[in-house]
């Protein structure tokens, strides 16, 4: 799931992120303006199913786009939607794990990751961004991501994810933060999450377009000065968080979404209705 405000870009990085057209571009042409008795246009929740390929294997992805994010004056609405949304899905697994006759054709639709944008003010998290993690974290695997990164310079990026990271320890915001066992993991696992765990949070760049450099096609991103690869580790987190997110992590976010996060849940879910019995 993709959320943050109108704007960073979301759309343009989940296509890049999964190396197709997924998210249809926005049309900001002719959008008409609600009348002056009429509500603003609220939040939207729209899944795209897509096929991938990572590392020669097909990966089926289900990527929720979030729409009218943040456009209210009072964004409590939209808190509320996106959780139930979250929760809807834990209810639906819930409710076959009762069934006596499971369905042999179920799919799990439960959320493994929602990357939360963060607008890139270069002052921290608004409070919009800190209610809306501390509501969803205990629900859901949270990676907060900087969106159009390249509006920083290299110190600019530096201290503003140090910013970021302050905020999310001071208000106890529960994020993915790449959680280890130094005694169970090996060194070079244990080596893999410190990396990306001081990678927190992800800068992330969008292509516009490919061109094929010594023989290479590369995803670049074009300006007056010149154009940036979008795949380097010099420029951008963006290569990193796709290999984390479809690779070396896929495995760790759905068994932390089951095993914690949902059995949370459902213990709470079943102990409010008297069905759980310790």
Not at 1 to 12: I, N
Not at 67 to 73: D, R, V
Not at 118 to 127: D, V
Not at 220 to 232: A, L, N, T
Request: charged share 30%; hydrophobic share 35%.
């Amino acid at each position: 799931m993709a959320v943050g405000s109108s704007g960073l870009g979301k759309t343009s990085f989940i296509n890049t992120l999964c190396q197709k057209p997924v998210l249809p571009p926005k049309d900001y042409s002719g959008i008409s303006r609600p009348m002056e008795n009429q509500p603003a246009e609220t939040l939207d929740i729209k899944s795209f199913n897509v096929d991938i390929e990572e590392d020669g294997m097909r990966v089926s992805l289900s990527i929720i786009d979030t729409p009218g994010f943040g456009e209210s004056i009072d964004n409590q609405k939209c808190f509320d939607k996106i959780l139930n949304y979250v929760e809807m899905q834990y209810d639906n697994i819930l409710a076959e794990e009762t069934r006596i006759k499971r369905n042999p054709r179920f799919q799990d639709n439960r959320i493994h990751a929602l990357l939360y944008f963060i607008t890139p003010t270069g002052h921290g998290l608004r409070e919009l961004d800190i209610e809306l993690m501390k509501k969803l974290g205990p629900r859901v695997n949270i990676i907060p991501i900087i969106g159009k990164a390249d509006s920083f310079t290299v110190e600019e990026l530096k201290a503003f994810k140090s910013r970021i990271m302050e905020d999310i320890d001071h208000y106890r915001i529960p994020i993915y933060n790449f959680p280890y066992d130094p005694v169970e993991d090996d060194e070079e696992t244990i080596e893999q999450n410190e990396e990306l765990k001081s990678m927190l949070p992800f800068a992330v760049i969008s292509h516009e377009q490919e061109i094929t450099e010594k023989r290479e096609v590369l995803r670049v991103r074009k300006y007056p000065w010149g154009i940036i690869d979008v795949d380097s580790a010099d420029v951008c987190d963006t290569a990193s968080l796709r290999f984390m997110l479809f690779n070396s992590h896929m495995t760790d976010l759905k068994l932390l979404t089951h095993d914690h996060l949902y059995e949370n849940y459902r213990t709470e879910k079943l102990s409010r209705t008297g069905e759980y019995d310790e």
